[in-house]
């Protein structure tokens, strides 16, 4: 099956099109290096030629609501009005637990994602909600200027990227369920102790200070407002046995004082 995956060059992307590769498909990478922009949809239709399915992990790295809205609509849009035109029979889509109880300016465009995949596109539809991926707390060092580390008081129940992309391949391969259960990774983290651990993993010295944010974001992200409310899938990758796979991988980027993937929330990708 020829199947398109928007943001496929980001993290979960490169993911999900190794995991269709390894299962026999044939998937075909939209984003802006292959020649695809998903905002102004130049070049969509082309790659779209023949495609049956859609797995969305398109990504944009902002806090303003206003900028996420704007970009969330405009390829949402495309990518349904792309499919609906060649005939996509399954549209997926990853979304974040926790959108409608974590107000963040990000999760306002990906709740305005999750409308026009559901309430506004003719295409049969799946909608899976993950948490934050063990590599968010080095996103979040990677947005502070040194020597600090401000970092939120925020419960995650991170789960592997790859565990992420595997479960997503299974639901474009399978029937249109419409919203799917949630995936979380198998144990409850702290943000300030996993940003800890990074750091001593990674030999650096930075003064982590805590902090929780202000309002009903600051007090949803302290309170659990992120993590699964009812029972879904879970992963099986604890953070610490991520953080023992890749120690070498962030102690040079430490080392170098380079960047690993970026990205907001933990969901790298390449948007349009």
Known sequence: M????AGGTGLVGRYVVDELVAAGHEPVVLARSRGVDLVSGAGLDAAMTGVEAVVDVSNLQTTSAKKSISFFESTGRNLLDAGARVGVRHHVLLSIVGLERVALGYYQGKLRQEE??????????????????????QQVLDRMPVPLAMVPRMRTQPVAAREVAQHLVRLVLGAPQGMAPELAGPRVEELVDMVRKVLRAGGRRRLLVPVTLPGTVGRAMKGGGNLPTGPGSRGTQTFDEWLTENVRHIAQDGQDGQDVNGGHDGRPGEGG
């Open 2 to 5: 020829r199947i398109a995956v």
């Open 116 to 137: 026009a995949v559901a309430k506004e596109g003719a295409t049969p539809w799946t909608i899976m909600r993950a948490t934050q991926f063990h590599e968010f707390p």
